[in-house]
Each structure stands twice: as C-alpha cells, then as structure tokens.
C-alpha cells in the first residue's frame, strides 16, 4: 500500500509482492508493476487476471534452468501464443477444399439471440476455418439467414438432429454457448459432442463459452468426467470472470 501510494514507477522481481503465482489472485493488496522480471518460465499468475494486470510487461531472465529441467515437472497449463499451435494451423495448399481446413459448427440460440452465435462464425472463418456452419432451431431460422453469406446454416432443434450432424463426419469443431440459453438443452448438446470419439468421426474439439459453462454450474463433475474420457474431443471453456 506505501508503494502504490508512492506513485512510483516499481520492477518486480518474480512477482509484484501480494500477487499469486499460482493464481493471480492478489492475496490482500498489491502493487502495479511496470516490469516484472521472472525467471525460466511465466508463471499462471503473470497471466492470470487479477495478476496480470499488476504484472506490467513480463521479462523472462535465464538463470541457468535447463529445459530438460521444465520438462521433468511436466507442466500442464502453457501461455496461448502462435508458437503452441502454428504448427497445427491448416495452411492452404494448391491441392486443398475447404473440409480440408476443418470445419467449425456453431450452435445459435433463438430468434431474439443470434448474434453472438453469428459473431463466432464469422471469427472462425477469418481465423481459417475452411467451412462454417451455423445450427440454429427452426423459429431463428430466418433470422440467420437474413444476416448470412458465406456462412452455411443448417436446421438443428432436437438431440437427434446432433446425432445426425455428428454422423455426418464433416463438422470438425463445434462451438455452444454464445446466446444459446442455460439449461438442459445445452447441456444434453454439450454431452451429445463429448461423447463422440475422435478417431471415429473426425470431431476434434468443443469451445464451451457463455450459456454452456454455466448450464454446468450445478454439474460441473458430468461434463469433466465426459471430457476427461482418452479419446473424446478436446474441450475449450472461455469463461469471463462472473462465469
């Protein structure tokens, strides 16, 4: 508090002093940072709201930690950056179609909640997805396709029609919650991907965001145990801090 006070500019070493390395929570009160200096590896609480933005910019020091060292511990969260997934992007070839590139499937909700479903459909085909499809229920329908383009739509009410589109073997992503509603529904969509395995169908993930965490407030264990299976696609959750 005397340091913030102050209205200096402050470098942190490791940490700015209150701040979780663990979690970013600031643990009574912290200082802002214009620099951290850390060591090795970030650390979740360098990247990790509320630490992150007490951090300033963060410096990674060498100090003599060797990878093989790193590897030993075995980490499992790493920093969300180019160099963790450029090698998997779906660079276009002089051979290719666009179900070569994946294709992202994105559930709406209803009539008077379509453009956030739409909004992630259009960041998945800026982002390089080669085919895009929104599944919306019959009543919104019209409304989607009234603002769509280049974006497919395709009619998905019922359970059974995620079955069929999921033996379909096309859609390689699957995007739910933007706008969809919190309840069963979601739930029973979420369950119904999940359960598909990836070598059979070529379902390779689900982004879990918005209405479809939170229809998991009370059933957090289900959708673990569903995602945790060896072969079920990968699961994504996005969530904002009230989610």
Not at 80 to 99: E, G
Request: charged share 20%.
């Amino acid at each position: 508090d005397i340091v913030t006070g102050m209205n200096l500019p402050v470098v942190a070493v490791d940490l700015p002093s209150g701040v979780s390395g663990e979690s970013g929570e600031v643990l009574g009160s912290a200082f802002r940072a214009v620099l951290t200096v850390t060591f090795a590896r970030k650390k979740p609480g360098h990247l990790l709201l509320p630490g992150r933005e007490r951090c300033g910019e963060v410096v990674l020091a060498d100090i003599g930690i060797r990878d093989e060292i790193i590897e030993a511990v075995a980490p499992r969260a790493f920093e969300n950056r180019p160099r963790l997934w450029i090698a998997s992007f779906p660079a276009p070839a002089v051979d290719t179609h666009k179900y070569k590139r994946g294709h992202t499937s994105v559930f709406s909700g209803g009539p008077s909640a379509t453009g956030a479903a739409r909004l992630s459909a259009l960041a998945a085909a800026r982002s390089g997805a080669g085919a895009v499809t929104v599944l919306s229920p019959a009543n919104a329908m019209q409304v989607n396709a009234a603002h769509l383009t280049s974006i497919m739509l395709r009619k998905v009410d019922a359970i059974e029609d995620v079955h069929d589109l999921i033996g379909d073997r096309r859609p390689s992503a699957f995007v739910l919650g933007p706008g969809f509603g919190i309840g069963d529904k979601a739930r029973d969509f979420t369950l119904a991907v999940l359960a598909k395995n990836r070598r059979d169908g070529g379902v390779e993930g689900l982004v879990l965001d918005a209405d479809g965490i939170t229809s998991f407030r009370n059933a957090a264990a289900t959708l673990f145990e569903a995602a945790g299976r060896p072969d079920a696609p990968a699961l994504v959750m996005t969530p904002h801090e009230g989610e």
